[in-house]
């Protein structure tokens, strides 16, 4: 969706609201893509303080799903998304400032809009909850399910060290 801004152009002062949805589906963060999958329609108030300066403010919550850090699930999550900011026009500005990748010429790209703060809004790490115990790196049992028997005392190389001082000290 985009907002046309030349009904606030040369009108100092001026504010509007405008109630807006995103078609964005998904986004690609760290390696990993996020799925929106649930994103209501909200309210972003553009006002022009001069020519070529503007300020918006909005505020939005998208349900995105992702895949938890330690053992891999599905995880459905709710983002805030705050939109409050300032930004700039250019006249005769084709390509978009790399700090306003949502401004096009006086066109305001409400997907490039969220899609922006969603990156910036998005958990370093997701997990499924906060005690998740992982999957076990030797059979790849999810450990909040089940336990399995391996040994994996022994993928930690601190106590493979100890270990063998240990086995040293024995045969002497
Ligand atoms: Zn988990
Ligand atoms: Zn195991």
């Known amino acids: 969706m985009l907002i046309h801004l030349s009904e606030l152009f040369n009108c100092e002062g001026r504010k509007k609201v405008y109630t807006v949805e995103t078609a964005l589906d998904s986004v690609d963060f760290d390696g990993e893509t996020f799925q929106i999958e649930k994103a209501e329609p909200f309210e972003l108030e553009l006002t022009a303080k001069t020519r070529h300066k503007y300020?918006?403010?909005?505020?939005?919550?998208?349900?995105?799903?992702?895949?938890?850090?330690?053992?891999?699930?599905?995880?459905?999550?709710d983002c805030e998304l705050d939109f409050g900011r300032e930004f700039e026009v250019q006249d005769g500005q084709e390509e978009s400032l790399d700090d306003e990748p949502f401004m096009k010429g006086y066109n305001l790209d409400v997907d490039q809009l969220v899609c922006n703060e969603l990156l910036l809004s998005l958990p370093m790490k997701v997990l499924c909850r906060e005690d998740c115990k992982g999957i076990c790196n030797r059979c790849g049992t999810n450990l909040n399910l089940r336990t399995c028997t391996c040994d994996t005392r022994s993928l930690d190389p601190r106590m493979s060290v100890i270990q063998e001082i240990f086995n040293e000290f024995k045969e002497v």
């Open 55 to 77: 300020t918006m403010s909005g505020h939005a919550t998208l349900t995105v799903g992702g895949h938890c850090a330690r053992c891999l699930e599905p995880v459905s999550f």
